[in-house]
C-alpha cells in the first residue's frame, strides 16, 4: 500500500459524535419551525430515522417540541412513537391532531401498540383502539389482558404459520399469495392440527431448499416455546442464552397465540440493564432527561434519605470512641480511608454479584465459591493496601502502632466488604428483594460500620 493510501484512523471528536444528531441539521430544523415552513421542514426531516426524530424530540424543550409536532403534522408516523421515550410520549400524543394519531397506530405492529398504551390514561387508551381495525383492536385488548411485563405483553399476534405437513413449494406459495404478512419476520412456525407450535423454518432454509422437501425436514434444532405469562426479564434471558431470533408464544392450551421477536427481546435485555446500574445508585428507573425538576427531586429524595440513615448509623458508632479520637486527633483524620477503602471493595462485589444474578450466572451451586473468592480478593487487597497505609501512619504520624492499627483494620474491613458485597445480594434476591434496589444502602452501612468499628476499636486497644 502506498503512502497515499494509508488509511487513517477516525478522529477521536468524530468517534465521540457518531451516530449523534447533527447540531447544524437541529438548528435547521428548529429555524423552520421558527419561520412557521412546514414544506422545509418535511425536507430537512425526511432523511432522519424514526429514532433519530424521537431522540430530536426528547432533546428540545416543551415548546419548541409542541411547534413542531403541530407543523410536521400528517407526516409523523407510527415508528416516531414506539421510538420515543415514555416520560414524553403521553405530552406528544396529546398533541397529534386525532386523524394524525389514528393513521399513525395503524401502522404499528400489535406489539408496538400494547407498549403505546400501557402508559396512557384510559381516555387516550380509548381514543387509539377506536383508531384501529376491528380485528387489530381486539388482538390488542386481548394482550392487555395479560399480566403487565409478561410475555403476552411483549408478543405481536401477526404470526407467519404453515400446518407441519406442507412441503417448501406450498408454503413459499402461500407467503406470495398472503395479503397481511407482518413487514418483518424470520421464521415460519410449524403447526400441528391443534395449532401447538412444533418447530420453526427460517426463511433462509425456505428459500435455500427445493419445493418437493418436507418443511419439517429443515426445521431448526434449537426450538423454544414461550408461555404467555412468562415474565418478559425471563423472555429476555432466553432469547439472549440460546441466541433466539424469535420464539412463538403459546396459551394455557399450548396453542400458538403470538410470536416474540429478538428487536422487542434485546429491548427487554436494555431496560433490564439500564434498571439495574441506576437501581445501584439509588435513582429510580423510570428517570429520564425530560423528567421536571419536582419529579426528578421526588424520586431521588427517598434514596436520599436514607442514605442520611446509613451515614447516622456510623456516626453513632464514632460518637462511642469520642474520647479516643479527642487524645489522638490522628485518628480523625485517618478513619475516612478505612471506611472509603471498604465502601469501594464493597460496591466492587456488589456490582458484579447484582450482575451475576441479573444473568442468571451466581446461583446456588457456585455461591460459595463466589463468596470464598470476593473474601480471598478483599484479604489480599487489604493486605496490599495494608502495608501502605502502615508506612503512611509511620512517616505521616511517627506513631508504628497507629501504622499497625490502621493497617488492621484496613484488612478487616476489605475482607467484610466482599463478604457483605457478594452475601447481601444473594439474601435479598433470596427474599424476594430487588438486589439492585437494595443492595446499596445495606453494603455501605456495613463496611462503614465495620470501618470505623474496627479502626476506633482497635485504637483503643493498642494506642491507649
Known amino acids: ?3 497515499d493510501q494509508t488509511i487513517e484512523a477516525p478522529e477521536a471528536e468524530e468517534a465521540d459524535t457518531a451516530y449523534s444528531l447533527d447540531r447544524k441539521a437541529v438548528a435547521q430544523i428548529l429555524y423552520a419551525v421558527d419561520l412557521d415552513d412546514r414544506d422545509q421542514l418535511v425536507e430537512l426531516m425526511d432523511p432522519l430515522h424514526p429514532a433519530d426524530i424521537a431522540d430530536l424530540l426528547e432533546q428540545i424543550n416543551a ?13 409523523f408516523d407510527g415508528e416516531i412513537l414506539s421510538e420515543l421515550d415514555e416520560s414524553i410520549r403521553e405530552e406528544v400524543i396529546g398533541i397529534l391532531a386525532p386523524e394524525v394519531l389514528a393513521d399513525a397506530v395503524r401502522e404499528m405492529e400489535s406489539d408496538d401498540v400494547v407498549d403505546l398504551l400501557e402508559d396512557l390514561d384510559e381516555p387516550q387508551q380509548e381514543a387509539i383502539l377506536e383508531a384501529l381495525e376491528d380485528s387489530d383492536r381486539v388482538a390488542v385488548e386481548q394482550s392487555l389482558t395479560y399480566p403487565e411485563y409478561s410475555a403476552g405483553r411483549l408478543m405481536q399476534r401477526e404470526v407467519v404459520m404453515a400446518p407441519e405437513h406442507w412441503n417448501v413449494g406450498e408454503a413459499i406459495d402461500y407467503l406470495r399469495n398472503s395479503d397481511n404478512l407482518p413487514d418483518q419476520f424470520y421464521h415460519i412456525t410449524l403447526v400441528d392440527p391443534k395449532l401447538r407450535p412444533v418447530g420453526n423454518v427460517t426463511l433462509g432454509k425456505l428459500m435455500g431448499s427445493r419445493r418437493e422437501v418436507l418443511l419439517k425436514s ?67 428507573s423510570e428517570s429520564s432527561l425530560s423528567d421536571r425538576v419536582v419529579d426528578t427531586t421526588k424520586r431521588r429524595f427517598p434514596w436520599l434519605f436514607v442514605n442520611l440513615i446509613t451515614a447516622i448509623l456510623a456516626s453513632l ?16 483524620v485517618l478513619m475516612p480511608i478505612v471506611a472509603s477503602m471498604g465502601g469501594n471493595a ?10 451475576a444474578l441479573a444473568t442468571k450466572d451466581l446461583t446456588g451451586s457456585n455461591v460459595w465459591r463466589v463468596i470464598r473468592r470476593e473474601v ?22 511517627g506513631m508504628p502502632l497507629l501504622g499497625f492499627v490502621i493497617a488492621a483494620a484496613m484488612v478487616i474491613n476489605l475482607v467484610v466488604a466482599g463478604l457483605a458485597g457478594t452475601a447481601i445480594p444473594v439474601v435479598l434476591e433470596k427474599l424476594k428483594i430487588d438486589p439492585a434496589l ?19 476499636g482497635l485504637a483503643v486497644v493498642v494506642l491507649l
Open 1 to 3: 500500500m502506498s503512502e
Open 63 to 75: 415548546f419548541d417540541r409542541m411547534r413542531l409536532i403541530k407543523l410536521y403534522d400528517k407526516e
Open 218 to 284: 429443515i426445521m431448526e434444532d434449537t426450538f423454544h416455546v414461550i408461555p404467555v405469562d412468562q415474565y418478559e426479564g425471563d423472555v429476555a434471558y432466553a432469547f439472549n442464552q440460546y441466541h433466539l431470533i424469535s420464539a412463538p408464544v403459546v396459551d394455557e392450551n399450548e396453542r400458538l397465540v403470538g410470536v416474540i421477536t429478538i428487536d422487542d427481546a434485546m429491548i427487554v435485555l436494555d431496560e433490564e440493564h439500564e434498571e439495574d446500574v441506576l437501581r445501584l445508585a439509588g435513582v429510580d
Open 317 to 332: 458508632v464514632i460518637a462511642q470512641f469520642e474520647a479516643a479520637i479527642a487524645q489522638v486527633v490522628a485518628l480523625a
Open 346 to 355: 464493597g460496591t466492587q462485589s456488589l456490582t458484579v454479584a447484582v450482575r
Open 376 to 397: 480471598l480478593v478483599g484479604l489480599i487487597n487489604g493486605a496490599a493496601f495494608a502495608v501502605i497505609m502502615g508506612i503512611v501512619g509511620v512517616v505521616w504520624f
Open 438 to 456: 437494595a443492595s446499596g444502602a445495606f453494603v455501605t452501612t456495613v463496611t462503614d460500620v465495620v470501618g470505623f468499628f474496627a479502626f476506633l
